[in-house]
């Protein structure tokens, strides 16, 4: 569980420092299956993991939303490596301080057991990058990026909550639901939308 | 049976658009379910009772009565809006069945946030809210307006996912103080005030946070300007006056339940945000040019406002909610009159419209009251409520707020006053004038305008109460 722990911390990390945008869908794709890995591994009497969990992490998050996301790169017709965090010393100077801050923060909420220190560090680690990611691009693509990471990070934190009902499940649903409705509008945005200045003409009603 | 019906009665509307009889008078029937909830929901404020329904997860309280009885009357008001839109435009009919099969949820998920007693409901709802109200934004089909609607779901999805993660924090503060996992509002009550965890902390200052994202407040209010103004003005309507007040309910449940145990750490978080959504509203007030946008950061700064009250609570409370409801018709004015200005002027540029007072008589009185109501001038309710939260931050001696929250609401009205009284008063050249608007358009917001004024001056017995009783909640 460790070890699978601690490859989520650096696929959440690596694409951050490479700055490809390949990189940054094979990321995502790495997180969606390691989550799902993590949760078929999860230890009995640490909180129930549902089979909704299961599917949501290894089929949306590890395939659905990266192949989709494809398709949104595929049907932008001059694609650059600009459209993601640039791989500066500033970017990973402050992807380390937010790592900093995560494992601080999961020191004060979850000093023990190992297991769910480090499965909160990781959790927070991931929220404060999706964050990072969408504060500072502006491109669809790293903002979709972004708002994934957000999503997986949230994932995280509920695996082994110890809070499993339907309400949950059904939340669940809707997150990964929005999460695809955005995928959608940002294909949409990707390819009829050259450059957004014209004024827009008045509406209907 | 009356909050069931709140939720179902839209919903039963949008399947009846499934017959394609219905779907020829789409219009009719979004006014007519729109005024038939309005009904209910003023009904169910006048008669006093708490309702339950859906075995306690809907919730018709005093809070959920009042704010039932702000959103469902301007949903119908903008409901009339468009039947007269399309009434006197039949070009616009044949988008009008898509845009009330979105409209009908989006009011029952808007309803359901409300009404909801236990806080994943009401956040699952407030998101299915976003999901339909995103294809509304870029109904236009413009490109300027699919961007608009792509940031606005954005932007959502990162605030409720921030909230849907401070939900798991509180989980894991229940788990860890020995209680059950349970975000019902009464047993969260209880749990939180039982003992404050590094947890709940946690999952509080997330979901305020997350909860103020999708308010439209800073630091990541950038969505909101334009979203509103590139969605359809009754959009931009519902959303601003409909939407913004059922997550402000869900703000003030969480509220609720976490001040007896994390009271300092709220005051915190929403004065700063508070304090820091005027600044920037303000800033963009001296700076704009746009009607439509400056509206939007008027909704930002009196967001802004709203934070800062309900930060501070206690004395607050009363005008906070006065101030919210007056703010709610405010903007239905303001919005549904500069579509209107739109569409006749061709331009949002408050520097090219002038004279609108002599070329739109209605349009003109509108954005006047409406204006007067939104700097805060007396008689209206907004005046009251803003000077409730003012002497509130003086009871509870935080001048330096009070003194930065005046200077930044000088600053606005001297901004808005200046951009907006030369659109009404200024001469209107020949060809700008049209006399002869039809007063029955112009009536629902003429009805809000009325509403506005009793809420200042003849505030009726039962509504007092009522506002009396939600605010001894949020105490």
């Known amino acids: 569980m460790t070890a699978l722990l601690v490859a989520l911390l650096l696929v959440l990390l690596l694409p951050l420092f490479v700055g490809k945008w390949q990189v940054s869908l094979l990321g995502l794709a790495a997180q969606g299956l390691l989550m799902g890995w993590l949760a078929c591994r999860w230890p009995h009497g640490a909180g129930d993991v549902s089979w909704l969990t299961i599917v949501d992490l290894l089929l949306v998050r590890g395939v659905v939303l990266p192949v989709v996301l494809w398709r949104v790169l595929r049907a932008r017709a001059a694609m650059s490596g600009r459209d993601g965090l640039p791989p500066n010393l500033l970017t990973w100077a402050g992807a380390v301080m937010l790592l900093l801050a995560a494992f601080r923060a999961a020191e004060v909420l979850a000093p023990t057991p190992a297991l769910l220190h480090l499965q909160v560090a990781v959790a927070i680690s991931g929220l404060l990058l999706g964050f990072l990611v969408l504060a500072t691009q502006g491109g669809v693509f790293a903002q979709v990026v972004g708002v994934v990471r957000i999503g997986n990070a949230v994932a995280l934190l509920q695996l082994g909550s110890g809070h499993a009902d339907w309400v949950l499940a059904l939340a669940h649903l809707v997150l990964v639901g929005g999460t695809l409705v955005a995928l959608r509008h940002a294909l949409i945005v990707v390819r009829e939308v050259p450059a957004a200045t014209s004024a827009g003409r008045e509406s209907p009603v | ?475």
Not at chain 2, 127 to 141: H, I, K, M, N, Y
Not at chain 2, 146 to 173: E, T
Not at chain 2, 319 to 331: D, H, M, P, T
Request: proline share 5%; net charge positive.
């Open chain 2, 1 to 475: 049976m009356i909050p069931l019906a709140l939720v179902w009665l839209p919903v039963l509307g949008a399947l009846l658009l499934l017959l394609p009889k219905a779907r020829a008078r789409a219009e009719r029937i979004l006014a007519t379910v729109g005024l038939a909830v309005a009904g209910l929901a003023v009904w169910s404020a006048v008669r006093g009772d708490d309702l339950l329904a859906w075995h306690g997860w809907l919730c018709a309280d005093a809070t959920a009565r009042l704010f039932l009885a702000v959103i469902d009357p301007i949903f119908a008001g903008i409901a009339l809006h468009s039947w007269h839109r399309v009434a006197s435009d039949p070009e616009l009919r044949p988008g009008m069945a898509r845009h009330v099969a979105l409209s009908l949820p989006f009011l029952a998920a808007c309803n359901a946030v409300v009404l909801a007693a236990h806080l994943e409901v009401a956040w699952l709802a407030l998101e299915l809210s976003t999901l339909v109200a995103a294809p509304l934004v870029a109904r236009t089909g413009t490109a300027v307006a699919q961007r608009a609607s792509w940031q606005y779901l954005l932007f959502s999805l990162a605030g409720l996912g921030l909230v849907a993660a401070g939900f798991v924090c509180l989980d894991r503060g229940l788990v860890a103080g020995g209680h059950d996992p349970e975000l019902l509002l009464q047993p969260l009550r209880h749990g939180l005030a039982a003992g404050a965890t590094a947890w709940s902390a946690v999952g509080i200052g997330m979901i305020l946070l997350g909860l103020c994202t999708k308010l439209g407040l800073a630091p990541m209010y950038t969505w909101l300007p334009t979203t509103y103004d590139e969605a359809p003005t009754s959009v931009a309507a519902m959303l601003g006056a409909v939407q913004f007040n059922a997550a402000f309910v869900l703000l003030l449940r969480v509220v609720e339940v976490g001040r007896p145990a994390h009271g300092e750490l709220i005051t915190v978080v929403l004065v700063t945000v508070g304090l820091l959504s005027m600044v920037v509203a303000t800033a963009s007030l001296v700076a704009t040019r746009n009607l439509k946008r400056l509206l939007a950061y008027a909704s930002v700064q009196h967001g802004g406002v709203l934070a800062i009250g309900v930060g501070v609570g206690g004395p607050a409370a009363y005008g906070v909610l006065l101030y919210a409801a007056s703010n709610a018709f405010i903007k239905a004015i303001l919005f549904l009159t500069a579509g209107q200005i739109h569409r006749h002027c061709q331009t949002k540029d408050t520097g090219a419209i002038r004279g609108l007072i002599q070329a739109l008589p209605y349009s003109g009185l509108l954005l006047m009251l409406g204006t007067f109501a939104l700097l805060g001038f007396p008689p209206f309710g907004s005046f009251f409520g803003e000077l409730l939260i003012l002497s509130a931050l003086v009871e509870t001696q935080r001048m330096a707020v009070f003194g930065g929250f005046c200077a930044l609401l000088a600053v606005a009205f001297v901004a808005t006053g200046r951009t907006v009284f030369p659109m009404i008063w200024g001469n209107a050249g020949p060809a700008e004038r049209r006399p002869g608007q039809p007063i029955w358009g112009a009536l629902p917001k003429l009805v809000f305008v009325g509403v506005l004024v009793a809420l200042g001056v003849w505030m009726p017995a039962t509504i007092d109460a009522l506002l009396r009783q939600a605010a001894g909640g949020m105490r």
